[in-house]
């Protein structure tokens, strides 16, 4: 490194430091203008002491895992990027990365549909075939037409056929067999009983998956038998340390079924791979796959297993996906696809932008598979090692998220594994409580979605798609939940009136004094009914009568309300208003109800739509 010269001093390069040019900074000096902030929004005062000031801005995730507004070097986790506590399998030497693997899912029921759509996503950028099979899906019997003109040991091809995973096993090691190309066909046969006995609530045994894995080490080096697919935790509501939990629950009781079949512990973990979702959560998901790979490290050394590696393929979350406004889908599974880049995935799966909307079609594959193109190729995020690394957020927040998967891991163990766990309800207890939270938090849309319960589009035009096959009747295995479903239903019961009446349920918003002054609560008003298909409509409170309706909302400032509100309420009384909301503070004769910030959106909506004659 050349000396540096810095207001007009030659600095040699032994003596430079990082920022050595700027004054050092005090974290009191931070509080204090923090506190200043704070004490114009009414939520400090001069009197707060400084050491309480952090705590205000502080909150916890779903796992109880602190969310600080400020981190330190002394947050910062001890370890170089990719080796111990291996939270990335990089090392930092070598020329360069070689990226990830773009994984594309396929769930087409026509076998020659998929075929040609296995092919365009080859040619056009993916790598690697995820393909669904059996019920309603591509059936097992018709891989060899699926995979007719791929090549085996160039694109791995990873199965996911739940009940009838030993039928396609069979089908597709068959078909290795007779391409003579056993030693090197790549991918994942797919076998998951315990994921399966999660979706369906059905035992599963594992000695099958344990005879699987026993003859791909023996017969077929390059391919691995199970796949430790923890999104159903995710899908159920599931926090991101509940899924880790669970993930390493189910690793380390197939870890036990393949040593008891025969296999030595080195070529048991190299038979697995950990399937996660990651969500437009960008930092916890980047510290969920960073911590994945620390849990299995730690796993591994127990087991005597020191070279062992996760191998961790992340999927957009489904959940997060939206019907409404599907093409906000795009920002979301962006920014997932860049922190599972960014965390250290070594395969992706970008969901298409509507696939709640029906089978997607080549258009919005394109775009999936172009996104990591973009990451990849022109963000150039495969060429650094660990981007995340040295991050005192990210690594604080990784080892955070480890410790409470650790402890939700090892409860799992002490109920006596993931099998009985699932069995005696814990799990889906467990879960059901995170899903009441989060779902209580979009409710109040202290967890926004654009599109559905921010910004709602009544006029939008849905794409078509063909209608995807209906799945298998519900089980008893654990809930597949969305987070825009309470949303989405109240939009339909809107959409249903209309079509049904011609003319959309609405909302008169009575607006009082000068635009200026009324328009920040009117757009507010709006906003939240229309998240509920209710179409909104302002005026003075006088031209409540000539609005069609029989629900008011008061608009105005809290200083405008003390004076008005009541003879506005009475007005619109008058005038046949049956309900009288008011946006904002304060209670007043003939006003019913209030709508604000935080308050439970959904169930105004439902009030809502009821007053309204919605059912």
Partial sequence: MR??????MTVPPEELELAAVFPPVQRDRWREMVRTVLR??????????????????????????RIAPLYTKDDTVPGRPGLAPSVRDVRPDGEGLAGWDVRQRHAHPDPETTRRAVLADLENGATSVWLTLGGHAVPAAALPEVLRDVHLHLAPVVLDAGAQTAEAAESFLGLV?????????????????????ARTGAPAPLEPAAALAVRCAREFPKLRAITVDATVYHDAGGSDAEELGGAMAAAVAYLRALTDAGL???????????????????????????????????IAQVCGAEDAVARLHAVTSSPMMTRRDPWVNMLRTTVAAFAAGVGGADAVTVQPFDVRLGLPDDFSRRIARNTQTLLLEESSLARVVDPAGGSWYVERLTEDLAQAAWDWFTRIEKAGGLAAALESGMVAERLAATWERRRRDIARRKAPLTGVSEFPHLDEKLPERDPAPAPDAPGGGLPVVRYAQDF????????????????????????????????????????????GGIETVAGPPEEFAASGTAVACLCSSDALYE?????????????????????????????DDRIFAGCDAVDVLETTLGDLGVN
């Fill in 3 to 8: 000396s540096l010269t810095i207001q007009g």
């Fill in 264 to 298: 030595d512990v080195g070529t048991a973990f190299g038979q697995l791979e950990f399937r996660l979702a990651v969500t437009a959560d960008q930092f916890m998901s980047i510290a969920k796959l960073r911590a994945a790979r620390r849990l299995w490290t730690r």
């Fill in 488 to 531: 989405e239903v109240l939009r339909d019961r809107a959409d249903a009136h209309a079509e049904r009446t011609g003319a959309r349920p609405r909302v008169f918003l009575a607006t009082l004094g000068p635009v200026a002054v009324h328009t920040a609560r009117a757009t507010f008003a709006a906003n939240l009914f229309q998240a």
């Fill in 40 to 65: 114009k929004s009414g939520a400090a005062t001069d009197e707060t002491p400084l050491s309480e000031v952090e705590g205000l801005l502080t909150r916890e995730s779903y796992d109880g895992v």
């Fill in 177 to 197: 067999a007779e391409r003579g190309r056993a030693d090197e066909a790549l991918g994942n046969l797919g076998a998951d009983p315990l994921g399966l006995t």
């Fill in 563 to 591: 004076e008005r509100a009541a003879d506005a309420a009475r007005t619109l009384r008058d005038a046949g208003a049956l309900k009288v909301w008011l946006a904002g503070k304060g209670s007043f004769d003939g006003v």
